[in-house]
């Protein structure tokens, strides 16, 4: 059973930036995929990054349209821990934030839906003022 943990949430002002954390309490020498999603009040639930983690080398990322060229996705080298970098923030970023892993897999391109996951953290709250 994966556990993931998230953290770094907190407020901000517009423009200003927030790094996420999610550790994951399995060793991750299964290659597999890692997606953060936010949800706003009274919003559905929508995905934000993901990331291919390979055992031996980086990942590949995709990212929502939304956040392309703010956010970042990365993990540490010992794909533990999962990063989610956030410059630029504005106020529609205001969410809370959660941490998604999916079963080991193989590599088949984007995984953009939450079906694509199976662990979720409790999330963090992000809040970006204006």
């Known amino acids: 059973q994966v556990q993931l943990v998230e953290s770094g949430g907190g407020s901000v002002q517009a423009g200003g930036s927030l790094r996420l954390s999610c550790a994951v309490s399995?060793?991750?020498?299964?290659?597999?995929?890692m997606g953060w999603f936010r949800q706003a009040p009274e919003k559905e639930r929508e995905w934000v990054a993901c990331?291919?983690?390979?055992?031996?080398?980086?990942?590949?990322?995709w990212y929502a349209d939304s956040v392309k060229g703010r956010f970042t996705i990365s993990q540490d080298t010992a794909k533990t821990t999962v990063y989610l970098q956030m410059n630029s923030l504005k106020p529609e970023d205001t969410a809370m934030y959660y941490c998604?892993?999916?079963?080991?897999?193989?590599?088949?391109?984007?995984?953009?839906?939450?079906?694509?996951?199976?662990?979720w953290g409790q999330g963090t709250q992000v809040t970006v003022s204006s």
């Open positions: 990331i291919y983690i390979y055992t031996t080398t980086n990942g590949l990322s």
């Open positions: 399995e060793d991750t020498y299964s290659s597999r995929y």
């Open positions: 998604a892993a999916s079963r080991a897999v193989g590599y088949y391109g984007r995984a953009a839906a939450e079906a694509d996951f199976h662990y």
